[in-house]
């Protein structure tokens, strides 16, 4: 399934680079949660950057010293750059974006601009 599926207003794409994380994209009142799996990974081998409504993941696995003397016989797990790249939707408020590094899991709240959060409306009965 693809991204554009799940939510029209949040496309993402692939940029270049040798393999992507996975990521999950959670949307609930407060706003839009993003989750990247980057197991492995230094979090000072990454960045995070908003430049024109576009959120960009940017980083590298480098390749154990270990695993580099040894004779593997299979090597699945990626190795090399990567990068990932999301279109945002209008109503986040840019200038509110955090990121946390946890456990291999990088988790990137984008909260929602208080002009495109749900709010009830006073009925006044004449």
């Known amino acids: 399934m693809t991204l554009h599926k799940l939510n029209p207003l949040f496309a993402?794409?692939?940029?270049a680079g040798e393999w992507a994380p996975a990521v999950d994209i959670i949307e609930n009142e407060r706003g839009i949660v993003i989750k990247a799996e980057l197991p492995g990974i230094?979090?000072?081998?990454?960045?995070?950057?908003?430049?024109?409504?576009?959120?960009?993941?940017?980083?590298?696995?480098?390749?154990?010293?270990e695993a580099?003397?040894?004779?593997?016989?299979?090597?699945?797990r990626a190795y090399g750059v990567f990068?990932?790249?999301?279109?945002?939707?209008?109503h986040v408020d840019a200038a509110?974006?955090?990121a946390?590094?946890?456990?291999g899991l990088l988790t990137i709240t984008l909260p929602?601009?208080?002009a495109a959060k749900p709010r009830a409306i006073e009925i006044n009965a004449a």
């Open 83 to 90: 990068a990932r790249s999301f279109a945002l939707p209008e």
């Open 100 to 103: 946390e590094f946890k456990d």
């Open 96 to 98: 509110k974006v955090a």
């Open 112 to 114: 929602k601009s208080e």
């Open 42 to 65: 230094d979090p000072k081998d990454v960045a995070v950057t908003i430049d024109n409504n576009v959120l960009t993941l940017k980083g590298e696995r480098h390749v154990e010293k």
């Open 12 to 15: 993402a794409e692939f940029a």
């Open 68 to 76: 580099k003397k040894e004779n593997f016989h299979r090597m699945e």
